[in-house]
């Protein structure tokens, strides 16, 4: 049972995105961060599809009991759960230099300028070439890239948009 707050990743925006990712990046063996991860179905489903690691944000602790749950009966060995927020999380300054593919999916009611912080940090430390996708409702405004982010593309599944971007 999904923890307050979640909204999960429809099961076709998260077959649309591995599609789209397959001609975009090399997953097997990738390392994945999912921020904001809720019950954790798109870095474990990355697992799923042969990367190699997945780091899991999230925040929310009844949400987060449900993810270690997910993550322990899936992929114990190769799954890292991190309990803190993800401003807090990037605020770190983690080695994310072997991410190949971040995914954002934070509450839509994030603010636009929250999201534009976040993604200047996790800009600040994704190498060259990783892929980034935020997903965000279809109601909201268009995405701002940091500048070192070049946007590939976005695609509306129902409520959400899925935006796609590339670490220059």
Known sequence: MPGRGT??????AREALFNTLTGLIELTGADVLDLYAGTGAVGLEALSRGAGT???????????S????NVSAIAPDRAHVVARSVPAYLAQRPVLDLIRFAFLDPPYALPESALESVLAQLADLLPTEAVVVVERGARGVPLTWPTVIESIKQKRYGDGVLWY????
């Open 7 to 12: 909204r999960p990743t429809s099961d076709r």
């Open 54 to 64: 997945a780091t899991l944000v999230e925040s929310d602790p009844a949400v987060l």
């Open 66 to 69: 449900v993810l270690r749950s």
């Open 165 to 168: 971007g590339r670490r220059k």
